[in-house]
Nanobody
Framework: QVPVAESGGGLVQAGGSLRLSCTAS????????MGWFRQAPGKDREFVAA????????GYADSVKGRFTIGRDGPTNTVWLQMRNLKPEDTAVYYC???????????????????WGQGTQVTVSS
């Protein structure tokens, strides 16, 4: 079983919406902090959003606040990222990241955990 598996992504016009989902293997931890990072061509990987185990705690990069929403349906090993009003500068490979639940405060300030998904491409055309 793949430890971290993403789905969603694709090509969308500027102003459009996309939804990404990520499921983590239940064999890694008993509870999870989960988040999203992205990497555009020629740039470093950067933090996008993070969710606590319960889903009540969240954190966002300034560049996506008000446009992206991270969520999970209660304390589960699945998280989603709803992206609205997409811009060409949002074009990147988006990676799901997983850490222990008590690492949420680190993740929401941009420090990733040890487990990564394979990445999913998001392309926003102008």
């Amino acid at each position: 079983q793949v430890p971290v598996a993403e789905s969603g992504g694709g090509l969308v016009q500027a102003g459009g919406s996309l939804r990404l989902s990520c499921t983590a293997s239940e064999t890694m931890y008993s509870s999870y902090a989960m988040g999203w990072f992205r990497q555009a061509p020629g740039k470093d990987r950067e933090f996008v959003a993070a969710s606590s185990w319960s889903g009540t705690g969240t954190g966002y990069a300034d560049s996506v606040k008000g446009r992206f929403t991270i969520g999970r349906d209660g304390p589960t090993n699945t998280v989603w990222l709803q992206m609205r009003n997409l811009k060409p500068e949002d074009t990147a490979v988006y990676y799901c990241n997983v850490d222990r639940a008590d690492a949420f405060d680190r993740m929401r300030y941009g420090l990733p955990g040890p487990y990564w998904g394979q990445g999913t491409q998001v392309t926003v055309s102008s």
